[in-house]
């Protein structure tokens, strides 16, 4: 019935009792059917006036959310996992976060009668680890019911002791390998694992192992039907009080859907590449335009006053009334007309020839001799007009006289992505900032070119996938997610270079390529 709270099982109240994490049974209408000590500690009301309650009444701040998940589980049957929960002390003394655990409840005829709910506190987490560690009969318990909750979980998880020794696996890992844990104990996983991926897999985790620092990788595993499906694997080191590693906690993530869905999109790569290659000229050709309408417009107005000039000098000729003064004065106007005409065409054909360095693929095959400063002054010549509408200031110092031997059109295409990125990406409030170039020599046979900008910077996950094809994080922004790719792949393939990224969130970002001054000959064709 609903609003009653459940019968008191001695067994199922020791369990609730005794549970390391927080745990609770909510009716239908979000009522405590039952709940543990461990869990009202998020609003500081005893257990006994939980019982019977709503969410509502007990913790209204969290009733929306709770209410929200109830609902779903009860219209799809499905478990709802890793919700985060924000709340305080009951004294308002200490701010504390839990993860929640969500899972139908049903009865023997599959009718879904409730809500199982377990919360696991990460604030208090390494507090009860050490308490764990002095106490090796609590952790035995602990580890017990925490493999009991684990076999639950959508995910393969494991435990291993310092070394890497693996001694635990969830239910879900033997269900899907159709092993044993004496199959599996130790290093046994490696039976497993695909022959082509092995090798790099035990090499890679046996460093963080002997290393103390996170692990995480991508493999595929092999199921007890012997069929292969792609896992997101990670460790994390779990220490002791004074900082020594005394185990560690394992996941592995199914994502080969994800995986298929990656290579179908690589499989389009080279069209896509070429679309963001073409929106990139687009840009620039915008940007160009509008910059040689200037002068072309100038040099238009000023050709059309020498042309009056003309036509009234010729008619001061004819009619015998040419004075020395109007000469003297005419010869002024055309030595003035002819310089502002020179000037203004002259910064024509600089935005054009700038612009052919960016957008012509004539110089990816030859290599070319030329130096690096000059080439980055013109590459930047057609690129400045995107800086006036964001308000951007740009500062470029390049070290003179800096002679290389390399392709000046993906070096060009280069330094364009990257300063289109920025301008894109790192300075979203439209507040403007800062963009700032330096190019020097790196001892006497590489080259350095620091791109950096004062903008939004990176987070860390981001900056640890900004290189992968097709992430973005401005995708309704039209973002393909290739622009960084492309530059990787030039700096790296095609200029035989090393390319690297220093970011951190509102701290801006610096990019570091190193070149070398003469590119080597077998990268032109790659």
Known sequence: MLGVPLPQQPGLQLIYDTAPIGLAFLSPDCRYMQINQRLTDICGISVEDHLGRSVRDCVPALADAVEGIVRSIMNTGEPVSGIEVASQRADKTEDRSWVTYWHPLRDPTGEIIGVNVAAEEITERKRTEAALVANDKALRESELRFRELA???SQFAWTAD?????????????????????????????????????????????????????????????SKDGNYRWFLSRALPIRNEVGEVIRWFGTNTDVTEQIEAENALR?????????????????????????????????????????????????????????????????????????????????????????????????????????????????????????????????????????MNSYPGPYGQALTNLFLNAVMHAFPDGKGGAIEIKVRALGSDKVEILFSDNGCGMSADVRRQAFNPFFTTRRKSGSTGLGLHIVHNIVTNRLGGQLNVDSSSGAGTKFQIILPRVAPAEHARE
Request: net charge negative; with cysteine.
């Open 151 to 153: 076999d639950n979980i």
């Open 162 to 222: 310092a070394s890497g020794w693996i001694y635990w696996y969830n239910k879900r890992w033997h269900d899907y390998t159709g092993t044993t844990l004496e199959d599996m104990e130790g290093w046994g996983w490696q039976k497993v694992h695909h022959p082509e991926h092995v090798d790099r897999v035990v090499e890679r985790i046996r460093q963080s192992f002997e290393t103390g620092t996170p692990w995480e990788d991508t493999f595929p595993l092999r």
């Open 267 to 403: 499989a389009s790569q080279a069209s896509l590449i070429e679309a963001e290659k073409l929106a990139a000229l687009g840009r620039l050709v915008a940007g160009v335009a509008h910059e040689i309408n200037s002068p072309v417009g100038t040099s238009l107005t000023v050709a059309s006053a020498l042309e009056r000039k003309r036509i009234a000098f010729a008619a001061d000729f004819a009619r015998g009334e040419l004075k020395r003064s109007s000469l003297i004065e005419f010869l002024k106007f055309v030595e003035d007309a002819s310089s502002l005409l020179a000037s203004n065409l002259n910064r024509a054909a600089d935005l054009i020839q700038s612009f052919k360095q960016v957008a012509v693929d004539e110089g990816y095959l030859d290599r070319h001799s030329f130096h690096a400063g000059d080439l980055t002054e013109q590459v930047l010549v057609s690129l400045r007009p995107a800086l006036q509408e964001k308000n951007i200031a740009l500062n470029v110092e390049c070290e003179p006289d800096l002679a």
